[in-house]
């Protein structure tokens, strides 16, 4: 599958939302926190301990 093909596939499935209100920012840090520890295990010990609000501070 070409990229062309691929993005045309992405847009049929997927919106592209701006995350500009407290609510879409706290989502997006709540689902970034658990790919990051949960998924991947790139955050442990404190950094991970510390919730999906410590990946705020972290940026």
Do not use: K
């Given at each position: 599958?070409?990229?062309?093909?691929?993005?045309?596939?992405?847009?049929?499935?997927?919106e592209?939302?701006?995350a500009?209100?407290?609510?879409?920012?706290?989502?997006?840090?709540?689902?970034?926190h658990d790919?990051y520890c949960?998924?991947?295990?790139?955050?442990?010990?404190?950094?991970c301990?510390?919730?999906?609000?410590?990946?705020?501070?972290?940026?």
């Amino acid at each position: 599958m070409s990229t062309s093909q691929l993005s045309d596939h992405f847009h049929n499935y997927f919106e592209i939302i701006p995350a500009r209100t407290p609510d879409l920012l706290e989502r997006i840090f709540r689902i970034r926190h658990d790919v990051y520890c949960r998924e991947f295990g790139y955050l442990e010990g404190e950094a991970c301990a510390g919730g999906w609000n410590m990946m705020i501070m972290m940026l």
